[in-house]
């Protein structure tokens, strides 16, 4: 596969009130935590991530094209620590939107969607130019859609700190605990195939498939709540990624299960993904976390309820037995990932 390098910026959504786990006994949450944390037999995170890369190769001296964008080669700090993330407030931008979206759609602007209910590619606007308004409107927007892929955009062009301003505008932003980051952008988290990598091709001697479906680092106490995703490089083909609707994935279920999952809590771990960081030689920025979340939740703009696992991070349903968690967090993650007709797949 020829070289590719994806660029992920994301901010931390507050989850509501009623989402929290106040109603739960804190034994039984801090029970289930601390057993996380004492099993760390769910295997490797992230195995395939590399902490390190060549340099030659990315100038183009061992016969690879040059990096075609050398300020955002990532970088790996040992020395960089950063403290625990702290509590803040959240307002949804989008919640301040007009709906009939008079500066991010107007007339002009062509909307291809991909499916019924999660996908839409978008020309003929350039997000780096909106104003107030206008990115309150995508905002709302991607809450509507899910996944919003927007053609022909700049932010590959312009400067690292303007692209961080933009993202940074609809809250504060997510700090990775062990990716690379472009130098002096921490909160720039990098997906990154180096010039000459050989990973893929040593992972599928041991494996079927590639395929990995996650929700990004739950494990924090507020994930994000929306993702800016750019591409730097890519291949001419390969990489396209596949997008679940967990509303759709909800409403799929029957009214009996759907309401035994409302008021069920599950718990998120970074362990595996740290210690993974660790083994390879790469960074922990600050010491991973065992959260916990409700298996159903609610978006703060739409009012849409969704399911909230995935296999990569969450590990035990609160107050169940071991096997009866294994046994229900597999349907869901099952149904999940095999619900084609509530899948997007997105082409770079």
């Not at 040059?66 to 803040?88: H, V």
């Not at 007339?107 to 350039?126: D, F, M, N, R």
């Not at 927007?150 to 312009?158: G, Y």
């Amino acid at each position: 596969m020829n070289d590719a390098k994806v660029l992920t910026m994301t901010y931390k959504a507050m989850p509501k009130p009623w989402e929290t786990c106040n109603t739960l006994a804190t034994q039984t949450i801090q029970s289930t935590a601390a057993r996380v944390m004492a099993d760390q037999s769910q295997g490797q995170y992230k195995s395939r991530i590399p902490t390190s890369y060549d340099k030659d190769a990315e100038a183009g001296l061992k016969g690879y094209p040059a990096a075609k964008y050398p300020q955002y080669l990532p970088t790996w700090d040992p020395e960089q620590k950063s403290p625990p993330l702290k509590a803040f407030e959240y307002h949804d931008r989008g919640k301040n939107a007009d709906p009939s979206y008079p500066e991010l759609l107007p007339k002009e602007v062509a909307v291809k969607h991909l499916t019924p209910t999660i996908g839409s590619e978008i020309t003929g606007v350039q997000l780096s130019q909106l104003t107030a308004a206008g990115k309150d409107q995508l905002a709302r927007f991607v809450a509507e859609r899910k996944v919003v892929a927007f053609r022909d955009q700049d932010f590959a062009s312009l400067p690292i700190a303007e692209a961080v301003e933009f993202a940074r505008y609809f809250g504060p932003l997510h700090v990775h605990s062990t990716s690379g980051a472009p130098a002096g952008f921490p909160e720039v988290h990098l997906v990154h195939r180096a010039a000459g990598d050989q990973g893929s091709s040593a992972y599928f001697e041991s494996h079927t498939t590639s395929v990995a479906w996650h929700s990004d680092v739950t494990y924090e106490a507020q994930p994000p709540g929306i993702a800016f995703l750019y591409v730097l490089e890519k291949p001419e083909t390969g990489g396209d990624t596949l997008f679940a609707d967990t509303v759709q994935a909800y409403r799929r279920l029957s009214p009996a299960i759907q309401e035994r999952l409302h008021g069920l809590y599950a718990t998120h771990s970074g362990l595996e993904q740290a210690n993974a960081s660790s083994a390879r030689g790469g960074v922990v920025r600050r010491e991973p976390l065992v959260s916990t979340h409700p298996i159903v939740r609610t978006h703060p703009v739409t009012g849409e309820k969704a399911l909230f696992v995935n296999p990569q991070s969450t590990r035990e349903i609160v107050g169940f037995k071991k096997e009866e968690s294994a046994m229900l967090l597999k349907f869901l993650q099952d149904h999940i990932a095999t619900g084609a007709n509530f899948h997007a797949r997105l082409r770079w």
